[in-house]
């Protein structure tokens, strides 16, 4: 399972299922999902702006390991895909950055969800 995360010609962040944009109209876990990549391709966007590099031939591929068993994504790997004159003396730098992204951080410590009510809040009180 790809999700594949373009940049169009204006930098915005094009995220692509099967071919398809995600937009508000797909899937809550779809859109939930594209969020990681879409997050890394803030990070590499304004790396490459920092630097004046074009985002031209840029995209990221985020890789999915889904379990169809329990319903679960169980491994995500974010691909950037660079062109080949992109120096190669920043590919480490630009996986740097890519792990800053405050998306994928939740993803390895998640937080703590509860589900309540305002019936429930409103007794409480």
Do not use: W
């Amino acid at each position: 399972m790809n999700i594949e995360i373009k940049f169009d010609n204006n930098g915005k962040i094009v995220p692509l299922y099967g071919g398809r944009e995600i937009t508000m109209d797909e899937s809550p876990y779809m859109i939930f999902l594209a969020t990681a990549g879409m997050c890394s391709a803030v990070y590499v966007r304004a790396f490459m702006s920092q630097r004046g590099m074009s985002l031209e031939g840029v995209s990221l591929t985020q890789k999915m390991n889904y379990n169809r068993m329990t319903n679960m994504v169980e491994e995500i790997e974010i691909l950037v895909n660079l062109p080949k004159t992109f120096p190669t003396k920043y590919s480490k730098a630009i996986i740097a950055v890519v792990n800053q992204c405050p998306v994928k951080q939740h993803f390895i410590t998640p937080p703590k969800m509860e589900v309540v009510t305002n019936i429930d809040m409103e007794i409480e009180a």
